[in-house]
């Protein structure tokens, strides 16, 4: 049996023009935007998938969010990692259930987020606390009291050193990852791989020249490319606009002996 949507749940409006709006249901809330007002309550007790019309006959279909939905649509205080390069690292760091991961920094909890539902634990440092506790927010909101009992975010600088270890996985989405690179040396467990997320490519030269001067095996730093295409009948073409350049992934594996 389908389960309804009920006080306390994300959901995801998307109106006819396929904009998505997220909220929080309450009894007795209401959503508004220049298309009208809809009424929560109009929504609470309802399958998913279902279509209320707002106080101007404007129609929302209401979805529960997809991590996707929710990293693009949740309430951030720094700039996200897209969803094209969350599923890269998960893969690229392998991260999976019961693995204990390093993070810094970790933003709005979108990496954290991904990795969270993958199964992992999370020890994360933030320089700023509102970052902090931003993430933590939203990952609560999302994934709940499971997720957060395996989050642990701490305002420290990941520059300064990494304690607590030994981990399987180091995440990293700083300026200069490679002052992190001694760090990781000590803190991962032998065969642990380092992931860093950096914008630019002297970045992620610049952790690779790190990664050279250590014990680091499988080296490589690439980029995810995201196209779309418009398929309509027998009118199939690429999208004219492209998610092209968000960052590069630079990872490696740490050998001990």
């Given at each position: ?67 996707e939905d ?6 951030r205080g ?119 997320y950096t ?59």
């Amino acid at each position: 049996m389908a389960r309804l949507l009920g006080p306390g749940e994300r959901v995801m409006l998307v109106d006819s023009k396929r904009r998505h709006y997220l909220i929080t249901l309450k009894a007795a809330g209401e959503f508004h935007t220049h298309k009208g007002v809809v009424r929560h309550d109009d929504l609470i007790g309802r399958p998913e998938g279902c279509t209320v019309v707002s106080t101007r006959n404007e129609p929302y279909t209401a979805l529960r969010p997809t991590l996707e939905d929710f990293v693009l649509l949740m309430p951030r205080g720094a700039q996200v990692i897209y969803p094209k390069d969350l599923g890269a690292i998960l893969v690229l760091a392998d991260v999976a259930p019961g693995q204990r991961v390093f993070e810094s920094g970790v933003g709005s909890g979108a990496l954290s987020a991904a990795m969270l539902r993958a199964g992992a634990a999370i020890v994360g440092y933030e320089l700023r606390e509102d970052f902090a506790n931003r993430a933590k927010s939203n990952v609560a909101s999302f994934l709940g009291d499971d997720a957060v009992a395996r989050y642990r975010v701490e305002v420290r600088n990941a520059y300064d050193g990494i304690d607590d270890g030994p981990y399987d996985r180091v995440a990293l989405d700083l300026p200069e990852p490679w002052q992190v690179v001694p760090h990781a040396e000590k803190a991962l467990a032998a065969g642990g791989i380092l992931c860093a997320y950096t914008p630019s490519i002297v970045q992620a030269s610049q952790t690779r020249e790190a990664l050279a001067g250590g014990p680091w095996v499988e080296a490589r730093t690439l980029e995810v490319l995201h196209r779309t295409w418009h398929v309509d009948g027998l009118a199939v073409r690429p999208d004219h606009r492209m998610v092209v350049h968000t960052g590069f992934l630079t990872t490696a594996r740490l050998l001990t002996c």
